[in-house]
């Protein structure tokens, strides 16, 4: 089974930097995609940065230019550096997994992480 941990989030001023990680364990199959979606009060949960295996690295709109994804993969291991952070940044921030077993794709999420940003 595979599991998420992720670390990273807190609480930082508008102009801030946070770094979160997501490490992954218990894969059996290959990684198809690997990446954050964050999720806001009342909102519903949307991408933020994505590296799919194959075709690239995807980006929201919202936070191109300021937010950067990374991936260790000898460690199974995702980060997203978060940098010029706006209090609309203000999520809880979620690790997803595509795991592919033959012809078969899992997901999975991790148990999220708070990243706060005050004005």
């Known amino acids: 089974q595979v599991q998420l941990v992720e670390s990273g989030g807190g609480l930082v001023q508008a102009g801030g930097s946070l770094r979160l990680s997501c490490a992954a364990s218990g894969i059996t199959g290959s990684i198809n995609a690997i990446g954050w979606y964050r999720q806001a009060p009342g909102k519903q949960r949307e991408l933020v940065a994505r590296i799919i295996s194959g075709d690239g690295t995807t980006y929201a709109d919202s936070v191109k230019g300021r937010f950067t994804i990374s991936r260790d993969t000898g460690k199974n291991t995702v980060y997203l550096q978060l940098n010029s952070l706006k209090p609309e940044d203000t999520a809880a921030y979620y690790c997803?997994?595509?795991?592919?077993?033959?012809?078969?794709?899992?997901?999975?999420w991790g148990q999220g992480t708070q990243v706060t940003v005050s004005s």
């Open positions: 997803n997994l595509d795991e592919r077993r033959r012809t078969l794709i899992f997901r999975y």
